[in-house]
């Protein structure tokens, strides 16, 4: 079995004892050995604890039926795992320890999955580059001198790599679909509410959503199924019923409506992703679909309106990290023996525990609040916010999925954007309003520039209806072998 | 709005945000923070009458539970990644407040 196996084929050679679980883990353990060093994509490999869970596995009655029996699972660094760091990519949590495991992880180990260590990422997910970690950045398999997208860029590499079948992000503003379309892989930020967050470091409350990195649309059904569900320990989740996702998969888009954005998606769009992105519609029409040209009048305004409503939510979200309950506390300024007031205190441990992206968007979210400047900027945004769901409900009348290039450029160098974070941010122009909208969506290779870096293609879906939209990626992807390509490691 | 924003300005927001800024960071902020927010400006442009805020998305308001005792985390636990503790007393400790 290849390094670049499925979920699907290391679960059924698991379960059927073809395969132990332990040999599984050992390879993919390897693997990070051979490629991290050039990659970064992990923060901390959990070697002893990850072959135990494998052997526990291998041990275990019901094996046979364990849905992911067996699959090596990379993390990423915000989501809490009980004994095991979680930095978030940050200074100010580089020696944190949390008590208890993230909903999501609790249920992938009960389910088989096997936790192979923590992945780098933006600090607190903030960034789209993987650049703002405190453990440096990740790199991109497919280039190695480029960005592998972000905030959830190790989780990317892990996947793409070929360390990992399945990785776990969070999106809140496309940092699992970005890093998906810039690796070549299906990166899935369900409904809002769909999966638990309990666990997840909060950046934006209002955003957030935790996902899956797979290399197929069939694997991201088989992992949404694990981690889809109600949990009375996040409040925000939904009583939803979860449907069968992997049965929804017909490889069929007869009568598939989709709706294309024309207007949104002319301007600003590399010329390669802009060919990908026409060359996968035509696949789609080829296969039966129907093209329906619609207006997201109010799209154009999602980039202002996220880093507006972000921002202002981490300020308050991150007003926790204060050098008191948990993370790091400043030495007094006047050396040992002396001590800091609390206020100093405060302000010196975030000072020399956030990074410089962290502390902009704290910034900025502050004065967004602060009195004389909530209505005109926060509260202006929100309701803006309200004018983009609209957008999508009328849409969402006509068609039943929206579809977008997920990145307006392919990977870019690593440091070529560091400088300008207002550059940085229009990246995310496709990807954000599928989060201020709660809406399902997804990343799926659709192609490769003429310098071999992967394409993405993003479709977006109604509320809770994953099911139309796995139908339909899958539609494409079993049309397609893009998916199949491996990175030149 | 402003396009540029004040060294008192920064320092005023760094102040409410409980976060202290070197000079250099200070000088940074003031030229980005006003170039994001000039961007984000175009907000003002839309026509928003009438229109409610979108706060959250698909928010309940029948998440309660019933209030039953049951177990929480441990006070051990609770004190294990604290910089500063009396895990015998059971406090966080933090600098002395008052005089």
């Known amino acids: 079995?290849?390094?670049?196996?499925?979920?699907?084929?290391?679960?059924?050679?698991?379960?059927?004892?073809?395969?132990?679980?332990?040999?599984?883990?050992?390879?993919?353990?390897?693997?990070?050995?051979?490629?991290?060093?050039?990659?970064?994509?992990?923060?901390?490999?959990?070697?002893?604890?990850?072959?135990?869970?494998?052997?526990?596995?291998?041990?275990?009655?019901?094996?046979?039926?364990?849905?992911?029996?067996?699959?090596?699972?990379?993390?990423?660094?915000?989501?809490?795992?009980?004994?095991?760091?979680?930095?978030?990519?940050?200074?100010?949590?580089?020696?944190?320890?949390?008590?208890?495991?993230?909903?999501?992880?609790?249920?992938?180990?009960?389910?088989?999955?096997?936790?192979?260590?923590?992945?780098?990422?933006?600090?607190?997910?903030?960034?789209?580059?993987?650049?703002?970690?405190?453990?440096?950045?990740?790199?991109?398999?497919?280039?190695?001198?480029?960005?592998?997208?972000?905030?959830?860029?190790?989780?990317?590499?892990?996947?793409a790599a070929g360390m990992t079948p399945?990785?776990?992000?969070?999106?809140?503003?496309?940092?699992?679909?970005?890093?998906?379309?810039?690796?070549?892989?299906?990166?899935?930020?369900?409904?809002?509410g769909r999966v638990s967050r309990y666990g997840l470091l909060a950046f934006a409350s209002s955003l957030d959503q935790i996902g899956p990195f797979t290399r197929t649309v069939e694997d991201a059904a088989l992992a949404l199924q694990v981690l889809a569900g109600h949990d009375p320990a996040d409040a925000t989740s939904a009583p939803e019923p979860v449907p069968d996702y992997a049965a929804a998969l017909t490889g069929h888009a007869k009568g598939l409506r989709i709706g294309v954005p024309r207007a949104l998606v002319s301007d600003g769009v590399d010329a390669a992703v802009s060919k990908a992105f026409n060359e996968a519609l035509d696949a789609y029409r080829e296969a039966g679909a129907t093209l329906v040209d619609i207006e997201l009048p109010y799209a154009s305004a999602a980039i202002p309106v996220y880093y507006l409503v972000a921002t202002a939510e981490a300020s308050s979200n991150l007003a926790?990290?204060?050098?008191?309950?948990?993370?790091?506390?400043?030495?007094?300024?006047?050396?040992?023996?002396?001590?800091?007031?609390?206020?100093?205190?405060?302000?010196?441990?975030?000072?020399?525990?956030?990074?410089?992206?962290?502390?902009?968007?704290?910034?900025?979210?502050?004065?967004?609040?602060?009195?004389?400047?909530?209505?005109?900027?926060?509260?202006?945004?929100?309701?803006?916010?309200?004018?983009?769901?609209?957008?999508?409900?009328?849409?969402?009348?006509?068609?039943?999925?929206?579809?977008?290039?997920?990145?307006?450029?392919?990977?870019?160098?690593?440091?070529?954007?560091?400088?300008?974070?207002?550059?940085?941010?229009?990246?995310?122009?496709?990807?954000?309003?599928?989060?201020?909208?709660?809406?399902?969506?997804?990343?799926?290779?659709?192609g490769f520039t003429a310098d071999s870096l992967p394409i993405g293609l993003q479709l977006t879906g109604r509320m809770f209806d994953e099911t139309t939209l796995l139908s339909a990626a899958h539609a494409y992807e079993r049309q397609t072998a893009w998916w199949k390509a491996q990175p030149p490691l | 709005m402003p396009a540029t924003f004040s060294r008192s300005q920064i320092e005023a927001i760094a102040a409410l945000a409980h976060l202290r800024l070197d000079e250099a960071e200070i000088e940074l902020y003031a030229r980005q923070l006003g170039e994001i927010l000039e961007y984000a400006n175009q907000v003002q442009n839309i026509d928003t009458t009438g229109v409610p805020p979108t706060a959250s998305i698909g928010a309940r308001h029948d998440a309660d539970r019933a209030d039953v005792v049951h177990t929480s985390l441990d006070r051990a636990s609770a004190l294990a990644n604290a910089p500063d503790a009396n895990v015998d007393a059971g406090l966080f400790k933090v600098p002395r407040v008052i005089g």
């Open chain 1, 166 to 192: 399945l990785s776990l992000g969070s999106d809140t503003g496309g940092s699992i679909r970005q890093p998906a379309a810039l690796c070549g892989l299906v990166g899935l930020k369900p409904t809002y």
């Open chain 1, 1 to 159: 079995m290849s390094q670049f196996a499925t979920i699907r084929d290391i679960r059924d050679a698991v379960q059927s004892g073809a395969r132990s679980a332990v040999d599984v883990c050992t390879d993919a353990l390897a693997r990070i050995e051979a490629h991290d060093g050039t990659l970064n994509a992990f923060n901390t490999v959990t070697r002893d604890q990850a072959l135990a869970q494998a052997a526990a596995v291998d041990a275990h009655p019901h094996r046979a039926s364990l849905p992911l029996a067996g699959v090596p699972v990379a993390l990423k660094d915000n989501l809490c795992t009980l004994g095991v760091r979680t930095t978030a990519s940050s200074k100010i949590l580089e020696h944190f320890v949390p008590p208890y495991d993230a909903t999501t992880v609790a249920k992938l180990v009960a389910a088989g999955a096997v936790a192979v260590g923590k992945t780098n990422c933006d600090e607190f997910a903030m960034g789209s580059s993987n650049e703002n970690s405190a453990f440096g950045p990740a790199r991109n398999p497919w280039a190695t001198n480029r960005i592998p997208g972000g905030s959830s860029g190790g989780s990317a590499v892990a996947v």
């Open chain 1, 320 to 446: 926790r990290y204060d050098g008191v309950r948990y993370g790091f506390r400043a030495p007094a300024e006047g050396g040992p023996g002396t001590q800091d007031d609390l206020r100093a205190m405060y302000g010196r441990s975030r000072e020399l525990g956030f990074g410089h992206e962290v502390k902009r968007r704290i910034m900025l979210g502050t004065y967004v609040l602060s009195a004389g400047y909530y209505d005109a900027y926060y509260l202006k945004a929100q309701r803006v916010r309200t004018l983009i769901r609209r957008d999508y409900e009328h849409a969402f009348e006509q068609v039943d999925v929206v579809a977008m290039p997920t990145s307006p450029t392919p990977a870019f160098k690593i440091g070529e954007r560091t400088s300008d974070p207002l550059q940085m941010y229009l990246a995310d122009i496709f990807t954000v309003s599928a989060n201020l909208a709660g809406l399902p969506a997804i990343s799926l290779p659709c």
